[in-house]
């Protein structure tokens, strides 16, 4: 019979909630230490003032991953709470009474881009197909197969014949088919949730266009932290120990094997150390011989944007807006310079606006709104309260001239978070938001491993290891380490 093991987790984003299932299901003793007095990670919930805020993740995209999750245990996500696709998927606002509604299924939106540019309906048809098709093969075929240790991961027959889509990058596929800028912005879009510029992702990553307009966008019934508490449930019910406010402030190895942890300075003993927080802060609890990657290591990466974020309560109800609304009035290039090339506080920058109470009316008192903002900005910058004023006006300015209605002064609850606080709140490096972006040189083989080549029982998850950023990858990345664990 297998010896049951003492498994920790440092921290409980999705990835180490996931991980903590598959390794309970094995049998093991697992236990989550998480820094914070909730569960959850970035995709953390606070509720204020009759307002309920998702603080991180909006956009429930490629549900089939968190299906695959719940099978796996023999559960539904339908087991835990309830979803609904939005239809419209979400807004694109180019500027005043200009805006085209993204719809719920490929054909409407087909029509839709062929009624502002002729031929492009076709040929979204075709461009579709290819990032279906690179969808199956990405997602549900390779995804689940790449720990991240060798480059051979890659070679299949299949992935032979995409060779020429690692060459290209989104932004030349996108512009060769589509002139009309609004459309080019549209097909941009879903690439930021992989932390990198369109220029710089290679083309294969299009399944994230066949994941928006052919899967959709999906919103659970009190928000996305729906997930967090299923994963939460799940665990419990396989013996997952999970306890919060506990910062895990020192991994002591002996023998090249961590021994102990140190935990809000009080000791534990583990067998396997799995860390799902970011991982440069994971290393920097190591005595400095047993970091994998030095400060040179990291200042090379290429990080996912930082965010400056505005949880916002409106007294009245907003007309003109969706659930989803990108405020795209702008070209992204002079935005995404001053997040990747040139970092400083953009010019004038695009944001994202989410109103929950749209689909979820118990996310805000009756008749009111609860608005969340976020403008993607460049890690490290200086963070002082007059900047995020500054943005915070530009916002207001904008939602008001774009959708018609006087906003100012019916706002009855604000809260900002920004680099300060992603740094304080979760030790991310930086302050990014979404960990290390998805470029040609930071993919698979590529990023940083989910095993540590000097500690022997230490593992990583997370958006910083593969597969990358965002929530359906933190899931499969669980997945990844546990059943690493469970061959070794
Ligand atoms: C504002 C925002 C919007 C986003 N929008 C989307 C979206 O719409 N859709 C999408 O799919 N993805 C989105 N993402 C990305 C997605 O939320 C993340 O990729 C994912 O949640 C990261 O999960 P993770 O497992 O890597 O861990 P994280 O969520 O980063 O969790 C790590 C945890 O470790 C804890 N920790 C750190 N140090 C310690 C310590 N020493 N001791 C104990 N605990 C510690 C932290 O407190 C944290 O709880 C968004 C992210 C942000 C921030």
Not at 49 to 67: A, C, K, L
Not at 139 to 166: A, N, Q, R
Not at 434 to 454: D, V
Not at 462 to 485: D, K, N, R, Y
């Amino acid at each position: 019979m297998k010896k049951k093991k003492n498994i920790f987790i440092i921290g409980s984003g999705f990835s180490s909630l996931s991980a903590a299932c598959y390794l309970a299901k094995e049998g093991n003793n697992v236990t989550v230490f998480e820094k914070n007095n909730s569960l959850g990670g970035r995709a953390r919930q606070f509720k204020e003032d009759g307002f309920t805020f998702d603080m991180g993740p909006s956009w429930y995209w490629m549900p089939g991953v968190f299906e695959k999750f719940f099978s796996d245990f023999g559960k539904k996500v339908s087991d835990y709470y309830k979803l609904k696709k939005l239809n419209p998927a979400y807004r694109v606002i180019f500027g005043k009474n200009s805006f085209v509604d993204i719809a719920d299924n490929p054909e409407k939106i087909c029509e839709e881009f062929e009624k502002i540019e002729l031929g492009s309906g076709k040929k979204l048809k075709n461009y579709l197909k290819i990032a279906e098709e690179n969808y199956k093969l990405g997602v549900e075929d390779m995804l689940y197969k790449m720990p991240g240790k060798s480059p051979f991961e890659l070679v299949s027959l299949k992935t032979i014949k995409k060779i020429g889509f690692f060459l290209s990058n989104i932004k030349k596929d996108v512009r060769k088919d589509f002139k009309d800028p609004r459309l080019r912005s549209i097909l941009e879009f879903p690439v930021l949730f992989l932390g990198a510029k369109a220029s710089n992702t290679p083309s294969f990553y299009n399944f994230m266009n066949f994941a928006d307009f052919g899967l959709g966008t999906f919103q659970s019934e009190n928000g996305f932290y729906d997930l967090v508490e299923a994963m939460v449930e799940l665990g419990k019910s396989l013996g997952v120990k999970y306890l919060t406010n506990q910062s895990v402030n020192k991994i002591i190895v002996q023998n090249k094997k961590v021994e102990k942890l140190l935990v809000n300075e009080k000791e534990f003993i583990c067998d396997i150390l799995i860390s799902g927080a970011d991982y440069n802060h994971t290393e920097s609890l190591l005595e400095e011989k047993h970091r994998q990657y030095k400060p040179n290591y990291w200042k090379r990466k290429v990080f996912a944007p930082s965010s400056l974020l505005f949880y916002v309560g409106f007294n009245k109800k907003l007309k003109n807006v969706k659930h989803h609304n990108l405020i795209f009035d702008t070209d992204f290039e002079m935005h995404a310079s001053e997040i990747y090339e040139n970092p400083i506080w953009p010019t004038d920058p695009l944001f994202y606006a989410n109103f929950t109470s749209k689909t979820n009316p118990k996310t805000a008192p009756n008749g009111y709104e609860n608005g969340f903002f976020l403008i993607p900005i460049a890690i490290n910058l200086s963070d002082t309260d007059e900047i995020r004023k500054k943005y915070f006006d530009f916002i207001i300015r904008k939602m008001e001239l774009y959708t018609g209605q006087k906003l100012k002064n019916s706002i009855v609850y604000k809260k900002s978070f920004c680099v300060n606080d992603f740094k304080k709140e979760y030790n991310s490096y930086g302050g990014n938001a979404y960990g290390l972006a998805n470029t040609l040189m930071q993919t698979a083989f590529l990023r940083p491993k989910i095993k540590s080549k000097l500690v022997k029982n230490l593992y990583f998850c997370g958006q910083l290891t593969v597969p990358g950023p965002g929530v359906p990858p933190a899931v499969v990345s669980g997945e990844l380490v546990a059943g690493l664990i469970n061959k070794n």
